[in-house]
């Protein structure tokens, strides 16, 4: 009996401690070092514009584009929501793995740039109900480029790693494009 009221108040303390009255902040303290884990993905990303059923959807772009005359499908400024889907090959009808959704914004003046704020999304396998983060400028014209993964969710939970991306394919007339991707990922 006596050592229940002992645990319980000691329990009570322990919560008063925590969170001290009136505090929006717990105490800090060392967090305990876990083995950290390396995962490599290696998928293709189809973005395509125009189709019936476009996977990449204009959602707003600025009217005042006069000096950026060019024929670009996605001139500066212009803002896309996309759900692309992600293949195991290069090939659309392929087997899809999972799909990313986002955004991204035309965010180079002079030199296409895309800045893409995407979850990539997974579906199958061992990390089906996963995703990763990605919050990168791309630079859409140099064939290899690096992406920044800023975290994940699941399995990939405080994830960070890259994005190595090689065009596969692209339409610079339509903008519709298959981009390979072989991601590193470091998490616990
Ligand atoms: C934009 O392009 C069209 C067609 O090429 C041309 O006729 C027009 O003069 C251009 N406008 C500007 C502001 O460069
Ligand atoms: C992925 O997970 C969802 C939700 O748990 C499940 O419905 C689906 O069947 C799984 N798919 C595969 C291919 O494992
Ligand atoms: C590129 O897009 C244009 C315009 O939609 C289309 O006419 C052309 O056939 C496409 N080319 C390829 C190789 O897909
Ligand atoms: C992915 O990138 C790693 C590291 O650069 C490289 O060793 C590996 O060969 C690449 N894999 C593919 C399939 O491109």
Do not use: C, W
Not at 171 to 186: F, K, P, R, S
């Amino acid at each position: 009996m006596g050592n229940k009221i002992v645990t319980i108040g000691f329990f009570s303390l322990n919560l008063f401690i925590t969170f001290a009255l009136g505090e929006y902040y717990s105490k800090t303290r060392p967090s305990t070092p876990k083995q950290e884990m390396v995962t490599n993905l290696h998928f293709f990303f189809h973005d395509t514009l125009t189709a019936s059923n476009p996977s990449a959807v204009l959602i707003a772009k600025p009217t005042l584009t006069g000096r950026d005359n060019n024929s670009s499908p996605t001139p500066f400024g212009s803002l896309l929501a996309i759900d692309d889907p992600l293949t195991v090959g290069p090939d659309p009808n392929s087997e899809k793995i999972g799909n990313a959704r986002g955004m991204y914004v035309s965010s180079g003046q002079h030199v296409p740039t895309l800045t893409m704020y995407v979850d990539f999304g997974f579906t199958s396998g061992e990390f089906n109900g996963t995703s990763i983060s990605v919050f990168s400028r791309n630079p859409i014209t140099e064939k290899k480029r690096e992406l920044a993964v800023v975290g994940g969710r699941g399995r990939f939970r405080m994830a960070r790693g890259v994005a190595l991306l090689n065009t596969y394919f692209v339409n610079l007339t339509n903008g519709n494009a298959i981009v390979e991707y072989n991601v590193t990922l470091y998490h616990y």
